[in-house]
């Protein structure tokens, strides 16, 4: 395993560019954009000027990243560092933040969670590259997803639960219910494994194609936020963790909390496709008729 010093009040949405072998990710709280070079073992990162919390990271196929933060959603330069406003889908600012999000070509799913992350009233927006709606809802944070073919997961994490959905008409297929833990981000591989990350339980854990426990791999973390796979046979799985909610017990205990992790496995992560940003303008719509 290989540590990174990141050092990230809450590091989240990791983002393989295979185009440069960097990784990217967030630090959620601090409003950073942090970059790793896989092959010069390079890091770096940038502020961006939105307002936090940030939300989640998505890329486009022009090499850009959309941004979601408490100001809505944005699209990043990653070189210019230059940030667009595109659109914001809340209704009530006051009670809903933007949580974790995916993108699947010309479709992206947006998670909008409680404030508070305490009432149920968190759900995913769905845009099919049309029109919005609504794909799962009852969430007090909404995190997580990752799909796999005709799949999609979603971590209900107050509930301490992870729901595998149809993405066809998004009907309930499984629940998994962690002991260890909140389930926050996911990943599947190419057999159709589910890759877990476990807020509070200091580890990663893997569910076979029909989502029983496989394995699990301890981290010297408590706060494990959100994983995906890397590299050139996207073999490797980048994980990232926080510092929040974390005391100097834990800290003795998990003396990498807020750091990034790289670990080779005998998986492959599967294919996921970069956002069409010939799409932009119809979000921009979407905005002004919401």
Request: hydrophobic share 30%.
């Amino acid at each position: 395993m290989e540590i990174l010093k990141t050092n990230c009040q809450l590091g989240e949405s990791p983002v393989y560019d295979h185009s440069n072998f960097c990784v990217y990710w967030l630090d959620l709280d601090l409003g950073y954009v942090h970059k790793y070079n896989l092959k010069k073992k390079v890091h770096s990162s940038f502020r961006i000027k939105i307002k936090t919390p940030l939300g989640s990271l998505l890329r486009t196929n022009k090499g850009n990243f959309l941004i979601t933060s408490d100001s809505g959603i944005h699209l990043l330069n990653p070189q210019t560092k230059k940030i667009l406003f595109i659109a914001d889908f809340r209704k009530d600012k006051e009670n809903f933040i933007y949580n974790d999000g995916l993108t699947d070509g010309k479709k992206i799913y947006f998670g909008l969670s409680d404030r508070k992350e305490k009432k149920p009233i968190g759900f995913f927006y769905f845009f099919n590259g049309k029109s919005l709606s609504i794909s799962a809802t009852k969430y007090p944070v909404a995190n997580g997803p990752s799909i796999y073919k005709d799949l999609i997961a979603y971590s209900n994490s107050a509930f301490k639960r992870i729901e595998i959905c149809s993405k066809r008409n998004n009907e309930i297929k499984k629940k998994i219910y962690l002991r260890s833990g909140y389930p926050d981000g996911t990943c599947f591989d190419s057999k159709g494994g589910l890759w877990i990350a476990h807020w509070g339980g200091g580890k990663i854990s893997r569910y076979s194609k029909d989502f029983k426990k496989d394995f699990s791999i301890q981290l010297p973390a408590k706060n494990i936020t959100s994983l995906c796979f890397v590299g050139n046979k996207k073999d490797q799985l980048f994980i990232t963790s926080a510092k929040v909610e974390t005391n100097k017990t834990d800290l003795k205990k998990y003396p990498s909390c807020g750091d990034t992790f790289i670990i080779q496995t005998n998986y492959r992560g599967v294919k996921i496709n970069d956002f069409d940003e010939i799409n932009i303008k119809k979000l921009k719509l979407l905005h002004h008729q919401h």
